[in-house]
């Protein structure tokens, strides 16, 4: 028999059930991929077919799963839910390898690029090849039919800029002049302007040397037509975050730093036409009722102790909520989920069934560790 679907849940919920994308960004450390993670199971509790992905090189997808490893094909994790659950670890080489033999004609064309010394260069080291391949993957799985939510763990917050923006980057680069002009030493129609083309190679040879210019005139020359297959993966893969099935979800700490940080995306979100459509912040410590509701103790007294503590918490809890108040204000009327700290360490399946529970509202009284959480 089937696991029952999860009962309805709080706001950030219904971005599960409706959404095919939700996109977590934060900034480092604040547990943005468990939080990814947790709204991967909830998406699998919910009956969904999800698959959560994570384009930071580091391996805390695979931790948090409780998996050794984690590639760059869906894999599929077990657990106690009507719907499915995958996770994969972006390869931005091997992707950019599956788009090369996707766009070329023919085996011939695409080992012809695979071998070239620049592409080796481009597809490993290039600063934005992570992040544009990474548009790619989530493209390929988000359009590919064998999902119904797609959960994206990006890399911190201001290099989640580049991967929002990476197709209209590589669209601007395929439209730029020094491309077209490595281009049309290849093209039989430019011919007779190729004698230029030919000078200006040989002063930039001068400068970087030989070699690598005409590594550069082999790759251009082995990829010509494939450009506008990448120009128009690019177009819409721009209007695939656009849509109204995307939602963007901020993760924050209640660290300064980080609120600030969320902050600053938000209004960047913002400034692209894209909205924050749910905020989780991480490691609240819990109010322990309300400022001043303490009982007189007698000085010296254990109680008095405990009091003292309690009284100390009280103003942590309360500095923290001040230090939210601008963020929440901020991403208002959007939904605002505070995940306490916990009192357990999430390295696999149950414990982020725990933190989906404080998420998506599903969860009784939860205990207050010291210093525990999400990782």
């Given amino acids: 028999m089937a696991d029952a679907v999860a009962p309805p849940t709080s706001g950030l919920g219904s971005l599960v059930d409706e959404r095919s994308i939700i996109v977590c960004s934060g900034s480092g450390g604040v547990g943005k991929t468990t939080v990814s993670a947790a709204f991967g199971v909830q998406g699998a509790r919910r009956g969904r077919r999800t698959c959560v992905v994570t384009i930071d090189p580091a391996r805390r997808l695979a931790d948090a799963l409780g998996l050794e490893r984690l590639g760059n094909t869906p894999h599929r994790i077990d657990g106690p839910w009507p719907g499915e659950l995958w996770a994969l670890m972006l390869d931005p080489k091997g992707t950019f390898d599956d788009l090369v033999h996707r766009y070329a004609d023919g085996p011939e064309q695409a080992e012809g690029i695979l071998a070239n010394r620049l592409y080796r260069n481009l597809s490993s080291a290039l600063s934005g090849t992570q992040e544009y391949m990474a548009m790619e993957k989530l493209y390929e799985l988000a359009e590919g039919g064998d999902f ?20 209209r980057r ?65 177009d819409h893969m721009r209007r695939l975050l656009a849509r109204r099935t995307t939602a963007f979800v901020l993760v924050t700490s209640t660290r300064t730093d980080a609120v600030e940080e969320a902050g600053w995306f938000a209004d960047k979100l913002n400034e692209s036409g894209l909205a924050v459509e749910g905020l989780v912040v991480n490691r609240v410590h819990p109010s322990f009722g309300e400022p001043g509701a303490l009982p007189e103790a007698p000085e010296g ?4 102790v405990l009091v003292a503590n309690l009284r100390d918490q009280q103003a942590v809890n309360q500095h923290e909520q001040a230090t939210l108040a601008r963020i929440v204000t901020e991403v208002a009327p959007s939904p605002v989920v505070q995940v306490p700290l916990l009192d357990i ?9 725990v933190v989906a529970d404080c998420i998506f509202g599903t969860a009784g009284p939860v205990v207050a560790g010291d210093g525990a959480g999400l990782p």
């Fill in 301 to 304: 007294s254990d109680l008095a």
């Fill in 345 to 353: 360490d999430v390295h696999d399946v149950d414990g982020l069934g």
């Fill in 170 to 234: 590589l669209t601007r680069f395929l439209g730029h002049r020094l491309f077209q002009v490595l281009l049309m030493p290849t093209r039989a129609y430019l011919r007779a302007v190729s004698v230029a083309t030919q000078a200006l190679l040989r002063t930039i040879s001068k400068v970087a040397g030989a070699e690598i210019v005409q590594d550069a005139v082999t790759f251009f020359q082995a990829f010509e037509g494939m450009e506008e297959g990448f120009r128009t993966r690019a």
């Fill in 148 to 167: 119904d939510l797609v959960v994206v763990d990006t890399p911190p917050t201001r290099n989640a800029l580049d991967f929002l923006d990476a197709p």
